[in-house]
T-cell receptor, first 108, second 113 residues
Framework: GIQVEQSPPDLILQEGANSTLRCNFS?????LQWFHQNPWGQLINLFY???GTKQNGRLSATTVATERYSLLYISSSQTTDSGVYFC??????????FGTGTRLTVIP | DAGVTQSPTHLIKTRGQQVTLRCSPK?????VSWYQQALGQGPQFIFQ???????QRGNFPDRFSGHQFPNYSSELNVNALLLGDSALYLC????????????FGPGTRLTVL
């Protein structure tokens, strides 16, 4: 089956720092989404990005489908950015397969 | 624009009992998918409902069943609860079955004692 690996597994940042999260997937995909899971468990949509680059405020994402990876950039990090970041790919069976997650802690 | 809603927020059951979780999709969405998230792990796909039928199913036993109503809302039923069923259950909605964005509800945290 499809494999989705994220790196790094854990990341600690000083407030104001920038970071890059990576998502590697083993098969071609039709859909890739990035989510932020807050401490209460809510999965918040960040990007729907099967290919190309998108930006939303301090966040941006790039997916290179031909090389089977996606990157999430966080600039000028804030304490509210803390949580777990997941990438998820839509499999041929039409369901989202989640990566292993990156736990981000932003300290003031 | 109403987002995805789930009820209840929390639930405590004992082994062997049955539980029903509920989900209302985002306004305009017609497809509902259910996921189980164990502590410290990513969500895992349980099944997906579209046009009131189960369309896709993940690697979960028959104890997990569901239903979709004509208004697109959905229920997840789990019978003969096991301790290992303790998890956050997430519902996601989308439009159609294509490769479009899925939006998640706040989840129901189930504890089995």
């Amino acid at each position: 089956g499809i494999q989705v690996e994220q790196s790094p597994p854990d990341l600690i940042l000083q407030e104001g720092a920038n970071s890059t999260l990576r998502c590697n997937f083993s098969d071609s995909v039709n859909n890739l989404q990035w989510f932020h899971q807050n401490p209460w468990g809510q999965l918040i949509n960040l990007f729907y990005i099967p290919s190309g680059t998108k930006q939303n405020g301090r966040l941006s994402a790039t997916t290179v489908a031909t090389e089977r990876y996606s990157l999430l950039y966080i600039s000028s990090s804030q304490t509210t950015d803390s949580g777990v970041y997941f990438c998820a790919v839509l499999t041929g069976a039409n369901n989202l397969f989640f990566g292993t997650g990156t736990r981000l802690t932003v300290i003031p | 624009d109403a987002g995805v809603t789930q009820s209840p927020t929390h639930l405590i059951k004992t082994r062997g009992q049955q539980v029903t979780l509920r989900c209302s999709p985002k306004s305009g969405h017609d497809t509902v998918s259910w996921y189980q998230q164990a502590l410290g792990q990513g969500p895992q796909f349980i099944f997906q409902y579209y046009e009131e039928e189960e369309r896709q199913r993940g690697n979960f036993p028959d104890r997990f069943s569901g239903h979709q109503f004509p208004n697109y809302s959905s229920e997840l039923n789990v019978n003969a609860l096991l301790l290992g069923d303790s998890a956050l259950y997430l519902c996601a909605s989308s439009l159609g079955q294509g490769a479009l964005a899925q939006y998640f509800g706040p989840g129901t945290r189930l504890t089995v004692l």
